[in-house]
């Protein structure tokens, strides 16, 4: 046997390969051929390693591990049914063989017929190395009949085999988000803690659990337990940073973040997260910073670019703040939020021809957001514009008809207008639905507290 030690070729394909060019055959043993035949497929050359299963098989028809190979490289060339009609021709030979099940489970599975993929798979359980892999795929095939009760059986069957399958542990761990089964979470990773206590991805998603409940404190204690067994684990850094930003703790949320983030972070929303922190603190040359290395990762992170504008609005770089926030808008056109922060800026500008045609645009986006209203309202009232927020208010209860604190609004900007009567139906039909509504009224016109018909209407309500 001669090998190319400068080759990571095997001996075995380049034989193979110049018996072929010269027209001969190769007498290779089973192992040989399959050394040749896997070769080919991490090369994603299936038609070549059919034709050395072909070959092989002439020289060794009797190899169940041959067949299986020629069955499993036919379903991977869309042959599925000739695959399936060899796996038959074995089954009688080789009845304890789970390979064949496996594999039959596997052809069941690429057709769509997935009660006959289970039905395989079952077979396969009992003679299988790993059985817990088994019950995995068994979990797959109830997850695509939509059977999710089936599918977390199956799963736990997997994990009381193998408490560190975290294979079956994630997609435990996706069926209970995508169903909103949040405590059903909670229940399913206590119980694979108490069997299996040192598990870190157990820990880490009884946290993510408790996060999807709104308990922070119970879910910083997970994530602590899981970086207690493995320090280095980002994941859990970094939905600790989320709880611990949730639970307005900034200066501890960044430190999380940052640990995890790597020398050759790809995430460009690591970076975003701690820009947002350091923006909450009002740091906003650090904020703007990390939201910058954000943009240079992912320049489509349409945030990023808001954030920069929003540090740069409130740093009173308008003009620039301007630039920032409509590459965000570009990136999400029709995000209210983003057109409600440019108009302001154009309103600081003072150019409020661009400011009201900016609330337009967010008011046609969504015209049932109440909150784009009220800052419409708001920002026409700030400008004297009296008459014209009347107008904006009414729109906005045609648009979201019966909405109380658009009423309360209404009502304000009619006192404003020494139109008392109409002012008071409005405040008393709020005050009827909202009694706390005036405090909020006066927090957005506090001018009202200088109108004696507002007053005296007020107080006869609280009277």
């Known amino acids: 046997m001669i090998m190319d030690l400068n080759s990571n070729i095997p001996w075995q394909v380049s034989r193979y390969e110049e018996a072929k060019r010269r027209g001969e055959l190769v007498y290779f043993d089973v192992n040989d051929f ?15 390693a059919l ?19 020629k069955a499993q490289l036919l379903a991977a060339l869309n042959k599925e049914q000739r695959a399936l009609e060899i796996l038959a021709s074995i089954e009688d030979l080789d009845p304890y063989n789970h390979d064949i099940f496996l594999t039959k489970g596997a052809i069941y599975s690429q057709l769509r017929h997935y009660e006959k993929a289970i039905e395989e ?4 359980v009992s003679g299988a190395d790993e059985p817990d892999f088994v019950y995995c795929n068994i979990a797959f095939e109830y997850e695509n009949l939509g059977n999710f009760d089936k599918t977390i059986e199956y799963l736990d069957k997997a994990l009381k ?51 999807n409940a709104g308990l922070y404190e119970k879910a910083l204690d997970a994530l602590d337990y899981a970086l207690a067994i493995d320090h280095t684990h980002e ?25 995890s983030i790597d020398e050759n972070e790809s995430d460009a929303m690591k970076f975003y997260y701690v820009g ?54 570009a990136l ?19 150019d409020n021809k661009m400011g009201c045609s900016t609330y337009e645009k967010a008011v046609t986006a969504d015209g049932e957001d109440e909150e784009t209203w009220l800052e419409y309202t708001e920002a026409l009232h700030s400008l004297g514009e009296i008459e014209q927020a009347y107008q904006v208010v009414r729109r906005g209860l045609e648009a979201i008809p019966g909405n ?38 006066l927090e957005r016109f506090p001018g009202l507290t200088d109108n004696m018909s507002f007053s005296d209407i007020a107080d006869s309500l609280k009277n």
């Not at 399959?34 to 038609?47: A, D, N, Q, R």
């Not at 999400?332 to 003072?350: M, R």
């Open 404 to 441: 109380n604190n658009l009423l309360y609004c209404l009502s304000g900007l009619l006192f404003m207008m020494d139109k008392s009567h109409e002012a008071a139906f409005c405040l008393e039909e709020a005050y009827r639905h909202d009694a706390a509504g005036i405090k909020a009224l």
């Open 332 to 350: 999400d056109p029709e995000n209210i939020s983003y057109l409600c922060l440019l108009a302001n800026a154009y309103f600081v500008l003072k």
């Open 34 to 48: 399959e050394e040749v035949i896997e070769h080919y497929l991490l090369g994603g050359s299936f038609k070549k």
């Open 235 to 259: 994941h859990s850094w970094f939905h600790k940073g989320y709880v611990l930003n949730m639970m307005n703790r900034y200066e501890e949320a960044i430190q999380a973040f940052l640990s």
């Open 51 to 69: 034709r050395v299963v072909e070959a092989a098989a002439l020289i060794h028809p009797g190899s169940i591990s041959l067949i299986l190979k």
């Open 121 to 124: 798979y079952n077979k396969a």
């Open 161 to 211: 085999i193998n408490p560190d399958n975290d294979l079956a542990i994630y997609e435990a761990a996706y069926c209970f988000d995508l169903l909103s089964l949040t405590d059903e979470g909670i229940s399913f990773f206590t119980r694979l803690i108490d069997r299996n206590p040192f598990s870190i991805e157990a820990w880490f998603n009884l946290g993510v659990s408790y996060i």
């Open 276 to 329: 947002e922190c350091h923006e909450k603190l009002e740091d906003f040359d650090n904020a703007r910073d990390f939201y910058l290395k954000s943009t240079s990762i992912d320049p489509e992170l349409a945030d990023a670019w808001v954030g920069i504008g929003v540090c740069n609005l409130e740093t009173g770089q308008t003009n620039d703040a301007v630039t920032f926030l409509q590459k965000g808008i």
